[in-house]
């Protein structure tokens, strides 16, 4: 059996998701995270004959697993999302009737030992999600000085302890014995954390800083949210599932910036000064239900949130300060 079909990967808030998506089926749709492709099947089973699915992953494992849809109405494209709007300026579309972002990681990566994700498995500390490119979790705690280590535990994986894990990590390393796999981080961690909630492992937020930081996650997800008021025609649907509160942050914020713009300083404003909604917010933010998390723990901490584009043309903000400009840092 192929490596890529070894893991099992449960599609979490699969139903809500397709049905905040779908609003005709001859449009043309775009799974920004195929992973193992349950929401893309379940897509591509509601669709019609003149439907199109284009779906995107950085894992070389995710593209080999999508490469068995046997579809013409399908694509597969070893991309990351944050450049949707290049992959789709290099096939000729420029409007979209969806965009579906599940993000995250996925089970496949995280229950592979090889990849490096989780204080479970003991293996080599890797973390990226496209392991062909980039430097590893490994690597950068390798180069980075103390301060540089702090950052990326402290403001990606709100660590409250992030100083003394990173002095530990770095003593480590000048002691020439510098962490290489998950089971020794998670043993530095456990040792410089004093305390830590009930039922959570002390390493858990460390892994998350360090692997927010190795895929550049944030970085990519503002890019995508940016590209998808270009790419999304009026009437489609945004639909995005987030897993942690940074994520669900930035989210949150970018859908309420452009569904609501702030006025600017200068009044009276003529009529066509009046900043206009690029977005319509549809419904409140969905929450896994109860019989799904007990079949899946892992959707307990999925939030749903669903926007509609407007006819207002994506010109008319290019340059709005409400705009996320890729690279732009986000603090609590």
Known sequence: MDRADT???TTVLLAEAIEALLTTQDGV????????????R?????LSPAGRLIALDRDPQAVAAAREIADPRFSIHHARFGDLAALLGSLGIARIAGLLLDLGVSSPQIDDPARGFSFRFDGPLDMRMDPTRGESAAEF???????????VIRDHGEERFAVPIAKALVARREGGNPVRTTRELSDVVARAVKTREGGQDPATRTFQGLRIHVNAELEELQQGLNASLQLLAPGARLVI???HSLEDRIVKR?????????????????ASEMPQPLLKLLGRATRASHEETTRNPRARSATLRVAERTAVPYSAVDSSPNRIEPGARWRN
């Open 141 to 151: 705690l390798q180069r980075a000085d103390e301060r540089q280590i702090a950052e």
């Open 29 to 40: 749709y775009v799974d920004g995270t195929f992973g193992r492709g349950g929401h893309s």
């Open 241 to 243: 599932i987030s897993f």
């Open 7 to 9: 893991w099992h990967h």
């Open 254 to 270: 970018f859908l309420q910036s452009a569904a609501r713009p702030e006025m600017p300083r200068k009044l009276p404003l003529k």
């Open 42 to 46: 379940a897509l591509l089973e509601r």
